[in-house]
């Protein structure tokens, strides 16, 4: 057959975390969860390879917690801290009646335990409320045990810290019966390595939680990134990034794409801020003055930069520079030519301008009369000699030197050259005008103010190019186009601005509110923008959360589940149902069904009657309830082997007595392979558990009493050699010790009040077994049914002459005790300390006379 480690092992599919899990499962007592958790996210992330355990540990019964002994109880309710209590290995009841204290050692054993099923139930326990001088808020027990080879002595315990040992300790009280019916219940503690099953599957759990811790941990400090009030601006766009943006790396296209940034956006907000207070204005007109003369000007210097635009871009440099080049290729023209003609004319001993103009007036007047050349002895038209062939010759060079194209083309480029000058356009722009705009327009104006300089530094260097007729450098070419738009930008949005300071108080009103949405956009793009790292920040933890969300995904528990069906179907389903048929049948509370159902790593169980939805606390009465409930409890025990000390408190109430007395039966047989510890106010299941021990003298079951001495003193633990709570010789040593303290002069007022009622209440007691013991020699006891008839010849004749004294003091005690019968018209009526002496003597005369 198949153990529970085949089923283990076929879980993890050779995955190297769920291998890892399970090593750390088989070799480990105590498991880091951190630690666990960290090795885990390396393997995943890293893909390491991990190797199962070959050597497995065999799953071992579970070991036996016997506690030896309790005392010296410290600020727990009203225990008397000088209590001390050796208990048996097996059988431990405990009687007392309601008040005595009996409740607050159930508590404290009920708040060292893990291991029950209960309803939700106070177990807070205060210290003694009637002393004020309590030395420490510890609230502490010392406690003797063994779990297994470990042996602890004197171990004092702080009942409200965990006891790893202790808490093993096995609990079954009233509030357990209806989660023990109702609820789905787990078998934490299997054999056969069943356990590990639970263990991995709450190790998962574990890991889940602390990767959901870090996790938590990581988005509260991603959340904290755009925590500052200053984002609420912009929180629904930062809603709409992360949720839109997947990853960091597409986070700048992103906002390129949805929320578009100009450069200027400062001086728009600014714009924007300048319109809406115009708009709210008082005195329109006198804005509306200022902007007419900022657009005047605005438009004035826009033209004078067109024209210049043409004058010095390098295009037109470029066609200047060409025009110098021609120039100075005519005057290189023009010199090699002057060169030959002085050659020709090399017997002029002056040639220059003046001889120049002086022939091209002569040129000018035969041109007017339409005479090419004057002929051979005609006059000169300057000296009027008669001129021979070689001057007419000398006057036809001149001539042709005068006609050559190389003066016309110099005299038109010279003609360009003097258009190309740019003196004639004035720019300025005076303190006056720069008044007229606001501070927010500064960097505009010193922007059109350095262009203004540079415009007639370039203007120095133009004239003196021109003026030397060489190439203007390519550094004096400006490019207007930007101040240009700007300017034009700047005179629209005066016109936009004229046009609004018109409108009607509706129009504006909307106008304003059309401004705000459009400032609030440019914020929020502004905002979006400066927080731009802090998104990057945000993608950084978005990277860590998405990979804890990808590890913790995978710490599924469903085929652990399936695993741990199929093994608990195999190995143990058969026998829970039969053991608890068995204990069910035993109790008297047959057809009872069980459903068991796979969960998480565990197996759960159910009981229903003929239906699954039918509740079994909606069909049986209160008594078949708990009988079923206690038969789910020790059912469980004996499967898990739980061998563990159990604690039973009030197991049998709603019992009728017939079945608390085969609980009785039930809880001795149980006792005998670990140790059982009863608490019962009830005097008869008190007794069947007495009967059961009977049968044997086995010293490990132990019966106790637990009285009070006063309300300070509570939970005082006797231990009754023979079993019985109450002989006559103890309780009339009891009622002599009480004289002792109500006959001390202390004991005054309501201190002596109650402390008569209580002894009061233990001469009730005598009363009875007195008649019990000295009258009728125990033929009957009681609390048990049957009458002994061999005692009868035993019986105390003389002692009915006794009996109406006995019968009045009984009375009497029941008007006094504490829990006293008296009818309404005597409920004022007190024991007085005299009275009580009188009724002393009479109670040691009579022991004495009749005592065993």
Not at 186 to 213: A, H, M, W
Not at 335 to 361: D, G, L, P, R
Not at 606 to 630: C, D, F, H, P, W
Request: proline letters at 2%.
């Amino acid at each position: 057959m198949k153990t529970a480690i085949d089923f283990l092992v076929e879980w993890t599919e050779n995955i190297n975390w769920k291998k890892y899990l399970l090593n750390t499962i088989l070799k480990t007592n105590e498991i880091d969860v951190e630690v666990t958790t960290k090795e885990i996210m390396d393997i995943i992330k890293n893909n390491k390879e991990i190797s199962l355990i070959t050597s497995l540990s065999q799953h071992s019964e579970q070991t036996q917690l016997f506690i030896k002994e309790i005392k010296n109880p410290v600020n727990i309710n009203a225990l008397d801290p000088e209590v001390t209590c050796e208990l048996g290995k097996n059988l431990n009841v405990f009687y007392g009646e309601n008040g005595t204290g009996k409740s607050s050692y159930v508590k404290v054993f009920r708040k060292l335990a893990d291991n029950y099923y209960t309803n939700a139930k106070n177990l807070n326990i205060m210290s003694n409320i009637y002393t004020t001088d309590a030395t420490s808020d510890n609230q502490n027990i010392i406690i003797s045990y063994s779990y297994g080879n470990i042996e602890k002595y004197d171990l004092c315990v702080d009942i409200n810290s965990k006891q790893n040992d202790l808490s093993r300790i096995n609990v079954f009280d009233s509030s357990s019966v209806t989660p023990l019916l109702n609820n789905n219940l787990t078998f934490s503690v299997l054999p056969k390595g069943l356990n590990y099953f639970s263990q991995l599957t709450n190790l998962l759990d574990s890991i889940k939680l602390n990767l959901q811790d870090m996790i938590n941990k990581q988005t509260i400090e991603q959340n904290k990134i755009f925590i500052d009030s200053s984002f609420l601006l912009i929180a629904e766009d930062i809603k709409t990034i992360t949720s839109s943006v997947s990853n960091v790396s597409k986070l700048e296209e992103f906002l390129k794409t949805k929320y578009p940034l100009s450069e200027d956006i400062q001086k728009e907000i600014e714009k924007i801020d300048i319109n809406i207070n115009e708009l709210q204005s008082k005195n329109p007109v006198s804005i509306i003055k200022i902007l007419n003369t900022q657009k005047t000007k605005l438009e004035s210097l826009k033209n004078k930069f067109e024209l210049l635009s043409c004058k010095v871009s390098t295009k037109n440099i470029d066609a200047i520079n060409e025009v110098v080049k021609q120039y100075d290729e005519l005057l290189e023209k023009e010199k090699n030519y002057n060169e030959k003609f002085a050659s020709k004319v090399h017997h002029i001993t002056n040639v220059n301008n003046e001889w120049s103009n002086f022939i091209n007036t002569a040129r000018q007047y035969y041109n007017s009369i339409e005479i090419d050349l004057p002929k051979e002895n005609d006059r000169c038209i300057f000296c009027g000699q008669s001129l021979s062939k070689e001057q007419i010759d000398l006057i036809k060079v001149c001539f042709e030197h005068i006609n050559s194209e190389t003066n016309d083309e110099k005299n038109q480029i010279e003609k360009k050259i003097q258009s190309c000058y740019i003196d004639e356009i004035a720019l300025t722009l005076s303190k006056e005008d720069e008044q007229l705009f606001n501070q927010d327009k500064k960097v505009f104006v010193e922007k059109i103010k350095s262009i203004i300089i540079l415009i007639e530094k370039n203007k120095k260097i133009f004239k003196e190019s021109l003026d030397n007729k060489k190439e203007v450098p390519q550094k004096c070419s400006i490019n207007f186009e930007n101040i240009i738009g700007e300017l034009v930008n700047e005179i629209n949005e005066i016109n936009s601005r004229l046009d609004n300071l018109g409108k009607t108080n509706e129009e504006t009103t909307e106008i304003i509110d059309n401004l705000k949405i459009s400032k609030d956009k440019l914020l929020r793009k502004k905002k979006i923008y400066e927080a731009k790292e802090l998104f990057y920040k945000w993608y950084g933890y978005k990277v860590n959360i998405d990979f804890l969300n990808n590890i913790k995904n995978k710490f599924k528990t469903t085929s652990l589940t399936k695993k741990s069906k199929e093994a608990f179907e195999e190995i143990v389903a058969e026998d829970y149902t039969s053991t608890f048929d068995e204990y069910c049948k035993f109790l008297g509370v047959p057809n009872v069904s069980i459903k068991l159902n796979p969960h998480k790593g565990e197996t759960r169980r159910r009981k229903y009657i003929v239906k699954e939805n039918t509740k079994v606390t909606e069909i049986m009465s209160e008594g078949e309830q708990k009988a079923i409930a206690l038969a789910e409890f020790v059912t469980d025990l004996k499967i898990r082997k739980n061998y563990c000390t159990t604690l039973f408190d009030d197991p049998v109430s709603s019992f009728d007595y017939k079945r608390a007395e085969k609980i009785a039966n039930l809880f001795y047989e149980i006792s005998k392979q670990r140790q059982v510890i009863v608490f019962t106010h009830n005097i008869m299941f008190y007794y069947y558990l007495y009967n059961c021990c009977c049968k044997n003298e086995n010293k490990e079951n132990k019966f106790f009493k637990i009285d009070e001495f006063d309300r300070d003193n509570k939970g005082l633990i006797s231990l009754s050699t023979e079993g019985r709570l109450e002989t006559l010789k103890q309780i009339t040593n009891k009622i002599k010790n009480a004289s002792q303290r109500i006959n001390s002069k202390g004991c005054l007022g309501d201190v002596l009040e109650q402390k008569l009622k209580a002894t009061y209440s233990d001469i009730r007691t005598w009363c009875e077994l007195i008649v019990e013991e000295g009258f009728l020699k125990k033929i009957i006891r009681r609390y048990e049914p049957d009458i002994r008839f061999t005692i009868v010849p035993k019986i105390t004749k003389e002692f009915v002459q006794y009996l109406p004294d006995v019968s009045n003091l009984f009375n009497k005690s029941c008007r006094y005790m504490l829990g006293h019968s008296q009818p309404n018209e005597t409920q004022n009526v007190k024991p007085s300390k005299e009275e009580f002496n009188t009724d002393l003597e009479f109670v040691l005369k009579l022991y004495e006379k009749y005592k065993n």
